[in-house]
């Protein structure tokens, strides 16, 4: 069974500075997709930035970037000039690829605060 | 498009009671999640669906739990009865196929 690693529950950065959440995981499986989802104090579920494991290239989405490291099972999320809105829970995920499994597999998160 | 609608936002109830909790997916969508979030034990998953067909039910706690999806557009998540230990927030997910998640906003059921 695979599972995922957040080894920071907390994290605290200052307004327009870059921090890095890290995430590991552990599988056997050769295709896969990672995920990283925000989830602000409404409870909402948001899908920040997804990664094919097959994709060298590490995913951008506008200030959010990822450092994918496939041998060492490592999916990184950093969030450059940091604003008040990133303030949120972090979850890491992890989703096998092929026999009909769509199963997303959560870490426990991290919580980040943006200070102003 | 709307997004994933779930219903209702927050459910209080006393233990014993039926609760029924109600999801909308995105139309298009071929698979369906039901995931639970608590401080103790995060995300779990409780069971998902493709095309309507449950796939994999593992997830779910006991017999007090069940879900159904009768059609495409509809998903419910019964639990009768229900337990103080069942207080959760309650997320329904729609996808298609490798292409990620999107949730609901979740329901918060307190269970007194």
């Known amino acids: 069974a695979q599972t995922v690693t957040q080894s920071q529950p907390e994290m605290s950065v200052q307004e327009a500075e870059t921090v890095t959440l890290s995430c590991t995981y552990d599988?056997?499986?050769?295709?896969?997709?990672l995920f990283w989802y925000k989830q602000p104090p409404s409870r909402q579920m948001i899908l920040v930035i997804r990664?094919?494991?097959?994709?060298?290239q590490n995913a951008t989405e506008n200030r959010f970037s990822v450092n994918f490291q496939k041998a060492a099972k490592s999916f990184s999320l950093k969030i450059s000039d940091s604003q008040l809105g990133d303030t949120a829970m972090y979850f890491c995920?992890?989703?096998?690829?092929?026999?009909?499994?769509?199963?997303?597999?959560f870490g426990k998160g991290t919580k980040l605060t943006v200070n102003p | 498009d709307a997004g994933v609608i779930q219903s209702p936002r927050h459910e209080v109830t006393e233990m014993g009671q039926e609760v029924t909790l109600r999801c909308k997916p995105i139309?298009?969508?071929?698979?369906l999640f039901w995931y639970r979030q608590t401080m103790m034990r995060g995300l779990e998953l409780l069971i998902y669906?493709?095309?309507?067909?449950?796939?994999?039910d593992s997830g779910m706690p006991e017999d007090r739990f069940s879900a159904k999806m009768p059609n495409a557009s509809f998903s419910t998540l019964k639990i009768q009865p229900s337990e103080p230990r069942d207080s959760a927030v309650y997320f329904c997910?729609?996808?298609?196929?490798?292409?990620?998640?999107?949730f609901g906003s979740g329901t918060r059921l307190t269970v007194v």
């Open positions: 997910a729609s996808s298609l196929t490798g292409r990620g998640y999107t």
């Open positions: 599988t056997s499986e050769s295709n896969y997709y």
């Open positions: 990664q094919e494991a097959y994709k060298q």
């Open positions: 995920a992890f989703m096998k690829l092929g026999g009909g499994s769509e199963k997303l597999v």
């Open positions: 139309s298009g969508h071929d698979y």
């Open positions: 669906f493709n095309n309507n067909v449950p796939i994999d």
